[in-house]
């Protein structure tokens, strides 16, 4: 798995400075160190390929970004959405994180 981007959450402020939402885009990494490879087992790579298949399936008339998590729009997930989908992925699929 090659890491070289990055999510970030800006705030929507309104005319009267009040926080209304956020804004989440994918852009480059911080630094060149957070820019890395992780190893993968072929089990979870192929557990990965099948998910995203299922979403672009549900997705394919929707702009994906080539999002293996997307939100329902196909767009971007905020970080607990990504966290919630990501525990049914793993649950569904029976596998567990190691730290």
């Known amino acids: 798995m090659s890491v070289n981007k990055s999510a970030k959450a800006t705030p929507e402020i309104n005319d009267e400075e009040e926080i209304t939402g956020r804004h ?5 990494t911080e630094t060149v160190c957070s820019v890395q490879t992780l190893p993968m087992s ?4 192929e557990a990965l390929r099948d998910w995203q298949k ?23 997930k905020s970080y607990s959405g990504f966290r919630r989908q990501f525990g049914r992925f793993l649950k569904k699929k029976r596998l567990h994180i190691i730290a």
């Open 24 to 28: 989440i885009e994918i852009s480059g």
């Open 54 to 76: 299922v979403w672009f399936q549900r997705l394919k008339a929707l702009e994906t970004d080539n999002l293996v998590f997307p939100n329902k729009d196909g767009k971007l």
């Open 42 to 45: 072929e089990v979870v790579s």
